[in-house]
């Protein structure tokens, strides 16, 4: 089976957080700085509510069954064209769908996203048969491990994390570029660490892992 690992670039949702929060008449830089700063007083983080992020960039390997890779970064075009395209994707090749800390995060964006466009989701991408999160697999107790962290215990080349604050930051300064290699750097290290992790399991052999990474 082809393998599809991907990364998500996200920012916050304004028109809903205007809505929901009563800040009408803020430019989306103010917006973004209110909703920070009310999130981190209820939970303690910035980090928003699924429910409170927009997509605004998809960054995608795929693998097909001949070892053939792709790459490619949806971005630049409305959230329902790019949500269409990477469902189109998925399903033209039906892969196994890898992700880091996706079964939470990317999942429950995608699914809010869909719902708000009345998209139609990919069947194959609807069937949990066919999504393998990493840190699910590797992490038994409930605390997450970061990405940077496990592809750094590897050797693999790590980009600092960037918080959310950040991430919308730079996309409001008009750097969707910069975001778009953090997010190839972060789907890279994923479907790398995905391949040691089949290897060490005994799912593919020396030959097949050489192959894959090749």
Request: hydrophobic fraction near 35%; charged fraction near 20%.
């Amino acid at each position: 089976m082809s393998i599809l690992t991907y990364s998500l670039i996200t920012i916050p949702d304004f028109v809903t957080g205007s809505k929901l929060h009563d800040l009408h008449g803020l430019d989306n830089s103010s917006a973004a700085k209110a909703l920070f700063h009310l999130q981190a007083q209820k939970t303690g983080n910035e980090c928003l509510p699924s429910y409170l992020q927009q997509i605004v960039a998809i960054s995608i390997i795929l693998t097909d069954n001949d070892a053939k890779q792709q790459r490619t970064t949806l971005k630049g075009d409305p959230e329902v064209k790019l949500l269409n395209t990477f469902f189109d994707i998925i399903e033209s090749y039906k892969p196994t769908i890898t992700t880091w800390d996706g079964e939470f995060f990317n999942s429950e964006i995608i699914s809010y996203r869909s719902i708000k466009h009345s998209i139609q989701m990919s069947p194959h991408y609807e069937n949990k048969d066919n999504h393998f999160d990493l840190n699910n697999a590797m992490v038994s107790s409930s605390e997450k491990t970061p990405l940077e962290d496990v592809a750094t215990l590897l050797g693999l080349e790590v980009e600092e994390n960037r918080e959310s604050r950040a991430i919308c930051e730079s996309y409001l300064a008009d750097n969707l570029n910069g975001l778009c290699a953090y997010a190839e750097s972060n789907v890279l290290n994923t479907y790398q660490i995905y391949l040691r992790y089949q290897l060490s399991h005994g799912e593919i052999n020396k030959e097949t892992y050489a192959k894959l990474i090749g």
